[in-house]
């Protein structure tokens, strides 16, 4: 289960890049199909849309046909948009392969679902405190790579300050008394 739990949070780490890693470039590729700037904000809108729309069928499928069936099929289905988006021919098709990109990544729920059933409430919510850095640690990349020094100091402090200090010194022995 610590792979998994390992393998979750890489997974986020990637779809969350993938989002974080575009949005500064979207003018870039607004302006190379020759679309309005207000394209870029239907990018994100689509992205997002797309993850809430399939969170909400991902949940009644994974119940009906199992939480690793479907959690397959939504990387699946990133991966598979993640690449088609690289062949598209105008803003719509691209507009619409981040919508289905975006369905892909909400299977990350699932995925807490899980780390909740596998593990006791102590190590679950220290596995998700510590996901919920890999989330940080997203915004920061983003912050270092646009060299915005400011906007990463300010990231550090908030990580800080809102991050209870169990998060940082978790005791890892206490994960070999998982529920199963």
Request: net charge neutral; hydrophobic share 50%; proline share 1%.
């Amino acid at each position: 289960m610590y792979l998994f739990a390992l393998f979750l949070v890489l997974y986020e780490f990637a779809t969350y890049s993938a989002n974080d890693m575009i949005m500064p470039g979207m003018i870039q590729v607004v302006n190379d199909f020759h679309a309005p700037l207000s394209y870029v904000a239907l990018s994100l809108s689509f992205y997002i849309l797309g993850n809430g729309i399939f969170l909400i069928i991902a949940g009644f499928l994974s119940e009906r046909h199992g939480k690793r069936l479907i959690m397959l099929a939504g990387n699946l289905l990133f991966l598979i948009f993640t690449i088609v988006i690289l062949f598209s021919h105008n803003i719509h098709q691209f507009i619409l392969w981040r919508f289905f990109q975006g369905s892909g990544m909400s299977i990350i729920a699932i995925g807490y679902a899980l780390i909740h059933e596998y593990f006791n409430d102590k190590n679950a919510i220290k596995l998700r405190c510590l996901d919920g850095q890999c989330e940080l640690a997203c915004a920061a990349s983003w912050a270092i790579n646009r060299q915005h020094h400011c906007e990463f100091i300010i990231l550090a402090v908030y990580i800080h300050l809102n991050c209870d200090s169990r998060c940082y010194h978790v005791d890892w022995a206490l994960f070999n008394n998982t529920k199963r």
